[in-house]
């Protein structure tokens, strides 16, 4: 029984000692265990490591092993009871003592032939978080007569398991560093892209903004309520799928980091990240201010009465994180814990998690006044490191995990390989020739005209019919015109410099001064008094959006004909254009159904680097057209 023992004793060594944290040490001083006797063995540890396990092996032949009194002491005092008077009649103790055993030795009464995991009597965690260097005891007593037997070897396992990558159990990661978000319009319901890796991607609503000018790292969310209409207050970007979106569970643990800045004076009910069933909050959790409570953040768990509290300064930024491990709330603020509090269970709320605002956004005191930044929610408890890690990180515009954050370049897009894409270019370049190579040229992969390439659209002047040109490296752009851009490659492209744009139109019709005027082209023929030659009624004009950073509503527009002003539906009603736009939102390689439509009475918007169709009818035939398009 002995040789096979300590053959399985060496391949248990041989697996734990893969584990670079943990130093194993062996006591082989054989010794005799005579009746009503103690003696120790000792350990010599030689070298400091901070405990998060312990584990022995012992190896002893004796008959009855209630004899049995073995302890287990540490350098720093702690003794734990490995087994006292256990087993009854039965034989020998070759025992892995190991906390995590599915069985106690305190219910095994078999003789031992083999080596068994078994939890001790006592607890072998009371040694974490001790320094594991210096001497380790273990004593080993006879207390009873007539049974004898031999103490053979022992087997000591210190480990310092390393903590898992800050990022495990990390359910959704809004960095919020997107160029611009849409408030939902043109169909888009993604424009917050989670970075976790679980696709969790929000939606933005409303005017809700993020800029790089008030932020952590890059962009953050700039959220501004009205507190009178509901339509033109900030807010609501949240995981869109499900409702049970990163539902928790009832009791389960988890954590919750954001950067905030809230606005002097706003002494609302206000949600900055939040899950509940419904705007009374009386389950769930959340991460808010409550009305009249002051220059506060709570986090409560189960109601809004339950929460850890601490203050948070107006305009200004503050690191905050919460954590809930099923029987304490714990509250951070800039990397340290001020305040915590007990709290026995909660009832996860029904409704999708929300960020900067609760539930269905009807009550728009609801909603968040300030800024959100670097949002995100593990679903297990941070330790207090972790959370020290993570502000200082971010504090020096890392991410979260240290990893060098790069900021989004918002003077550029981009195209997926084998695809298409429908663009306009976002800056002014009519004092100045500006050529494809210009642009492109130092940004796309591969070779012009085999690997990518730029189409405009042409203009028939005998009728209505258009057609496409490939341009050439040298060819000049022109303001305000979309084009087609193809590539083999998955490409980003960059408008160099500091691009700008100048709004110089002087039209009094400007809704959000300033504005810019692009040119459109005229039908040929009017086929009301022409004759109808098969080339069709219509004039769609390829157009680009030249606006730089936040896209422009579509109602705000006006077309100007012959200098008189028309937004889109009177433009309509007089026969001049269609009111509706048309958007592409394909791939690049499926040519049907790859529009989205929409007009002013929608919420229709004009995107930066994207192109759009317009439609000009025939008694624009012989007149001056414009777009007259304001500045974001």
């Known amino acids: 029984m002995k040789r096979l023992h300590l053959a399985l004793l060496s391949l248990f060594c041989l697996h734990m000692s893969l584990f670079a944290s943990t130093v194993i040490i062996d006591n082989n001083d054989t010794q005799a265990i005579d009746d009503r006797t103690c003696f120790d063995v000792t350990f010599d540890m030689n070298s400091s490591l901070i405990l998060t396990n312990t584990r022995i092996d012992i190896n002893i032949t004796h008959t009855y092993r209630a004899d049995l009194d073995i302890s287990l002491k540490s350098p720093s005092g702690t003794t734990v009871d490995l087994t006292s008077d256990n087993g009854g009649g039965s034989d020998n103790l070759y025992v892995m003592f190991e906390d995590n055993a599915t069985e106690s030795i305190t219910d095994d009464n078999s003789d031992q032939s083999t080596f068994v995991a078994r939890k001790p009597e006592g607890t072998l965690s009371d040694f974490n978080d001790e320094d594991a260097e210096g001497t380790w005891t273990l004593t080993v007593c006879d207390d009873a007569r007539q049974d004898t037997g031999t103490y053979y070897n022992a087997r000591l396992y210190l480990i310092d398991t390393p903590p898992p990558p800050v990022e495990t159990g990390l359910m959704v990661n809004f960095y919020m560093d997107e160029c611009y978000w849409l408030g939902g319009a043109n169909g888009v319901d993604d424009d917050v892209i989670d970075s976790s890796g679980n696709g969790l991607n929000a939606q933005s609503r409303n005017n809700a903004d993020n800029t790089a000018t008030n932020s952590v790292i890059c962009r953050a969310g700039d959220l501004n309520n009205t507190y009178s209409d509901a339509d033109e207050s900030d807010a609501v ?21 954001a950067w905030l800045y809230r606005h002097d004076g706003d002494d609302k009910w206000m949600a900055a990240v939040i899950k509940v069933s419904d705007e009374s909050w009386d389950d769930g959790w ?13 986090f409560f768990v189960d109601d809004y009465g339950t929460y850890a509290r601490t203050s948070l300064q107006t305009d200004k930024w503050t ?11 714990k509250l951070y603020k800039n990397g340290d ?67 060098t954050r790069e900021c989004k370049q918002c003077n550029g897009s981009s195209i997926d390989a084998d695809s298409w894409a429908f663009i306009g270019i976002p800056v002014d370049f009519r004092g100045e020739s500006i050529t494809v190579d210009d642009v492109f040229g ?24 258009s057609d496409y040109e490939a341009l050439a490296l040298d060819d000049t752009l022109e303001f305000g015109i979309g084009y087609w ?73 006006r077309f100007i004909i012959d200098g008189t002003a028309y937004t889109p539906s009177d433009a309509n009603a007089s026969g001049f ?56």
Request: glycine share 10%.
């Open 337 to 403: 814990l001020v305040t915590q509090k007990s709290q026995d269970s909660y009832n996860s709320g029904a409704h999708a998690v929300m960020v900067g605002d609760d539930v269905s956004g009807s009550d728009i005191d609801d909603r968040w006044q300030g800024g959100l930044d670097e949002v995100k929610i593990w679903g297990r408890v941070l330790s207090d490191d972790e959370v020290k890690e993570i502000y200082d990180n971010e504090s020096n515009g890392l991410n979260f995990d240290g990893t």
């Open 485 to 557: 851009l193809g590539s083999r490659y998955d490409n980003e492209w960059f408008v160099d410099g500091q691009p700008s744009v100048d709004y110089n139109s002087t039209n009094d019709d400007c809704v959000r001064s300033p504005c810019v005027e692009i040119d459109l082209t005229p039908v040929t023929l009017n086929f009301e008094e022409d004759e109808d030659d098969g080339s069709g009624p219509y004039r769609y004009n390829m157009s680009g959006f030249i606006g730089l950073d936040k896209p422009v509503d579509w109602a705000d527009c």
């Open 237 to 257: 970007f949240y995981p869109n799928e499900t409702d049970n979106e990163l539902d928790i569970g009832k009791n389960a643990p988890f954590s919750v980091s």
């Open 577 to 632: 254009a269609n009111k509706q736009i048309w958007l592409y939102n394909g791939t690049g390689t499926d040519a049907s159904n790859s529009y989205i439509t929409c007009d002013d009475t929608m919420d229709c918007k004009l995107v930066p680097f994207e192109g759009f169709w317009v439609e000009l009818h025939g008694p624009t035939k012989g007149k001056t057209v414009k777009l007259l398009i304001p500045k974001e």
């Open 286 to 298: 959340g991460l808010v201010h409550t009305k009249d409570s002051g220059n506060n953040i709570d």
């Open 319 to 329: 690191h905050i994180v919460a954590t809930y491990d099923g029987s304490t709330i």
């Open 442 to 465: 130092d940004d796309m992969n591969g070779t012009y005209e085999d690997d990518w390439i730029l189409y405009k659209r042409t203009y028939s002047t005998t009728d209505n019919s």
